[in-house]
């Protein structure tokens, strides 16, 4: 009996990586070197530079899927502050808004998005 638990038990964590490979999570990084979350059916990579924050859209693959039709917004919190930057399409396979304030190194975003058939969902980066 113990001996066929472990045999089962060692088959398990042999699939393991293979199983953990699938998706994304918080520390997989996309082609333009942010940080990638699953939401709604497609990859969303969130990257910074100063104030701006863009927001790659993705099918498997990496590749891209056309911003029209999407809105979304970005809920930055650090501490007590909070600010909300709306996203609006951009070039391509991107969403872009300006935040008022550049973002504190560590704070925590939600994004927040929504396609053209009504379908939305959340993400933290």
């Known amino acids: 009996m113990f001996k066929r638990s472990l ?3 060692l088959a398990l964590l042999a699939m393991a990586p293979a199983a953990l490979a ?18 709604i059916g497609i990859h969303a990579e969130l990257v910074m530079a100063d104030r701006t924050l863009t927001v790659h859209l993705f ?3 990496n ?10 917004s970005v809920l930055v919190a650090s501490g007590q502050t909070r600010q909300v930057v709306q996203l609006t399409p951009g070039t391509d396979n991107t969403l872009v808004g300006t935040a008022p304030a550049a973002p504190p190194r560590g704070a925590t975003m939600t994004l927040q998005l929504r396609n053209s058939a009504g379908r939305s969902g959340q993400a933290r980066f």
């Open 7 to 9: 045999i089962g038990s």
């Open 22 to 39: 699938q998706g994304h999570s918080h520390g997989d990084r996309g082609p333009n070197g942010g940080a990638m979350q699953d939401i």
């Open 59 to 61: 099918e498997e693959g």
């Open 63 to 72: 590749r891209p899927v056309p911003a029209a039709g999407y809105t979304g």
